[in-house]
T-cell receptor, first 110, second 112 residues
Framework: SQQGEEDPQALSIQEGENATMNCSYKTSINNLQWYRQNSGRGLVHLILIRSNEREKHSGRLRVTLDTSKKSSSLLITASRAADTASYFCATDADFQKLVFGTGTRLLVSP | ETGVTQTPRHLVMGMTNKKSLKCEQHLGHNAMYWYKQSAKKPLELMFVYNFKEQTENNSVPSRFSPECPNSSHLFLHLHTLQPEDSALYLC???????????FGPGTRLTVT
């Protein structure tokens, strides 16, 4: 069954606003990763957070992980039109494979 | 998208055809993956190769046949596909299992 589930399914904001996406999962994990996909293209890795980490930053991105609640969030600050894409969380439970969620579609309007 | 290339980018094939998808990574990675992405479905893992050995076959029908001749190349051989196999097929690589993955641009496959 599906491991990661993103919320919301779609998010529409204005440039300059912050965007927050959430991911919930069901079993214990080794790490959780966030990816971005522009329409019909390949995925781009954003951040990997390990199960013993609680927060990571990369530029305008901030990821948190709460293993007790089996959830993660991705915050994009000061969003830009170029951030328009689908965002996926993926969990690694066995150091073998990633299981992806259905994604959040983010639309950033100028 | 640089680092992992996929050919062809688009493919239309009939149900009786045989075709192959090719993936090449220039990153010196040891693990390679095939994924299927269909509309309104999560990305589905198909196969995993680590150091040229298949470590995962996610219950994929035998009409999909992977081949990994070396750590830099991965093929997906297709034969007698069904219309429901139409999807975006993505290849990825990673330094090893459990690391971040780098994706190619995908092959958009249409089965008629």
């Amino acid at each position: 069954s599906q491991q990661g589930e993103e919320d919301p399914q779609a998010l529409s904001i204005q440039e300059g606003e912050n965007a927050t996406m959430n991911c919930s999962y069901k079993t214990s994990i080794n790490n959780l990763q966030w990816y971005r996909q522009n329409s019909g293209r390949g995925l781009v890795h954003l951040i990997l957070i390990r199960s013993n980490e609680r927060e990571k930053h990369s530029g305008r991105l901030r990821v948190t992980l709460d293993t007790s609640k089996k959830s993660s969030s991705l915050l994009i600050t000061a969003s830009r039109a170029a951030d328009t894409a689908s965002y996926f969380c993926a969990t690694d439970a066995d150091f073998q494979k990633l299981v992806f969620g259905t994604g959040t579609r983010l639309l950033v309007s100028p | 998208e640089t680092g992992v290339t996929q050919t062809p980018r688009h493919l239309v094939m009939g149900m009786t055809n045989k075709k192959s998808l090719k993936c090449e990574q220039h990153l010196g990675h040891n693990a390679m993956y095939w994924y299927k992405q269909s509309a309104k479905k999560p990305l589905e893992l198909m196969f995993v190769y680590n150091f040229k050995e298949q470590t995962e076959n996610n219950s994929v029908p035998s009409r999909f046949s992977p081949e990994c001749p070396n750590s830099s190349h991965l093929f997906l051989h297709l034969h007698t596909l069904q219309p429901e196999d139409s999807a975006l097929y993505l290849c990825a690589s990673s330094p090893g299992l459990g690391y971040e993955q780098y994706f190619g641009p995908g092959t958009r496959l249409t089965v008629t």
